[in-house]
């Protein structure tokens, strides 16, 4: 089973950045996609970002096209999320997700997600 654990959420003003990480157990990290959502309060759970399983195919939500970047290492089982000129409206917590499969990067093909961390951007 593999246990997904995020780091890397906190509190900076908007126009900054933060890289989140997410390390991943198990011996199947490189044969699955992995993928980005976040959770503002009151909010259901939006897709963010997706990387399938060698990092030849990604996808953005479009909210952050152009702002954010996933990448993953599959030496260290570490999946990346570059976040830049960061807006109040991306506060949310922020989860890591496995994929179902190693090339679907739809968000409804990933499970097993992490216990999330917390970005809070301020104005």
């Known amino acids: 089973q593999v246990q997904l654990v995020e780091s890397g959420g906190g509190l900076v003003q908007a126009g900054g950045s933060l890289r989140?990480?997410?390390?991943?157990?198990?011996?199947?990290?490189?044969?699955?996609?992995m993928g980005w959502f976040r959770q503002a309060p009151g909010k259901e759970r939006d897709f963010v970002a997706a990387i399938n399983w060698n990092g030849g195919s990604t996808d953005y939500a479009d909210s952050v096209k152009g702002?954010?970047?996933?990448?993953?290492?599959?030496?260290k089982n570490m999946v990346y999320l570059q976040m830049n000129s960061l807006?109040?409206?991306?506060?949310?917590?922020?989860?890591?997700?496995?994929?179902?499969?190693?090339?679907?990067?739809?968000?409804?093909h990933f499970t097993s997600w992490g216990q999330g961390t917390q970005v809070?951007?301020?104005s």
């Not at 989140?20 to 996609?33: E, I, K, Q, V």
């Not at 702002?67 to 030496?75: A, E, H, M």
């Open 20 to 33: 989140l990480s997410c390390a991943a157990s198990g011996r199947t990290f490189s044969s699955n996609a």
């Open 87 to 108: 807006k109040p409206e991306d506060t949310a917590i922020y989860y890591c997700a496995r994929g179902i499969t190693g090339s679907s990067i739809q968000p409804r």
């Open 67 to 75: 702002r954010f970047t996933i990448s993953r290492d599959n030496n």
């Open 120 to 122: 809070t951007v301020s």
